[in-house]
């Protein structure tokens, strides 16, 4: 079994920053994609950055320039830099993993974390 355990949410005013960090924890062998994804209220759950095991990203639109995603392969642990934040990145921010897990047998599977809270006052 795996786990991913996000930290780094919080409450801050419109231009400020924050810093998220997603933790996997568990039978890993391998995690290929990771990725960042935010779901605000009576909205559908988006992407808005993925990483992959070599390093690559991708971003969504309206947050090119502003975020930064990054990974420790070493720690199994990715971030994402949010800076210049706006009041429409309030949302829960979750994380994904598309995982090789360990063990007897080894099989691919796709993880979330429980979500952390970013809220952006104007």
């Known amino acids: 079994q795996v786990q991913l355990v996000e930290s780094g949410g919080g409450l801050v005013q419109a231009g400020g920053s924050l810093r998220l960090s997603c933790a996997a924890s568990?039978?890993?062998?391998?995690?290929?994609?990771m990725g960042w994804y935010r779901q605000a209220p009576g909205e559908k759950r988006e992407l808005v950055a993925v990483?992959?095991?070599?390093?690559?990203?991708n971003y969504a639109d309206s947050v090119k320039g502003r975020f930064t995603m990054s990974r420790d392969n070493a720690k199994n642990t990715v971030y994402l830099q949010l800076n210049s934040l706006k009041p429409e990145d309030t949302a829960v921010y979750y994380c994904?993993?598309?995982?090789?897990?360990?063990?007897?047998?080894?099989?691919?599977?796709?993880?979330w974390g429980q979500g952390t809270q970013v809220t952006v006052s104007s």
């Open positions: 994904n993993a598309d995982v090789v897990v360990g063990g007897m047998m080894t099989y691919r599977a796709n993880y």
């Open positions: 568990g039978s890993i062998f391998s995690i290929n994609a």
């Open positions: 990483i992959t095991s070599g390093g690559s990203t």
